[in-house]
């Protein structure tokens, strides 16, 4: 995302609003994040921006629809790119790592059970929590 596209969901162009963005497109399948990994990997790259400006920024990309903001049950909150995809989440609650799937079978039966129930589905969170085996 550009700031031109930035401009265009109503946000001005900031270098903090810049350097998060990027942070949070060049990380690839490790994209969930909390909060405070954003201002490390900022303080680790020299950037000198608080930890306020960070969540005041997440909240406003939140707001505009390029993040989304996930709560699992370590009440600590993960941001992730929307990307527009549909896709569940598997959560290690040894270690608290996240990581997305995408099942068809899944989504189907999901439209299934909103069906049978007398459902137009609006929207889904599937959330698998276990531990990690190595």
Do not use: W
């Amino acid at each position: 995302m550009s700031g031109a596209e930035l401009k265009k969901v109503g946000l001005k162009v900031t270098l903090p609003r810049l350097k998060i963005l990027e942070i949070l497109e060049s990380l690839g399948d490790q994209h969930h994040l909390t909060a405070e990994d954003v201002y490390k990997i900022l303080l680790e790259q020299g950037e000198e921006v608080g930890l306020a400006t960070v969540y005041r920024v997440l909240t406003q990309f939140e707001q505009a629809g390029i993040v989304r903001r996930l709560n699992f049950e370590n009440s600590i909150s993960i941001f992730e790119l929307d990307t527009g995809d549909n896709h569940d989440h598997l959560v290690c609650v040894k270690n608290g790592t996240v990581k997305e799937f995408v099942d068809p079978i899944i989504e189907e039966r999901i439209k299934e059970i909103a069906k049978e129930n007398g459902y137009e589905l609006a929207s889904h969170n599937l959330v698998i929590y276990g531990s990690l085996t190595e």
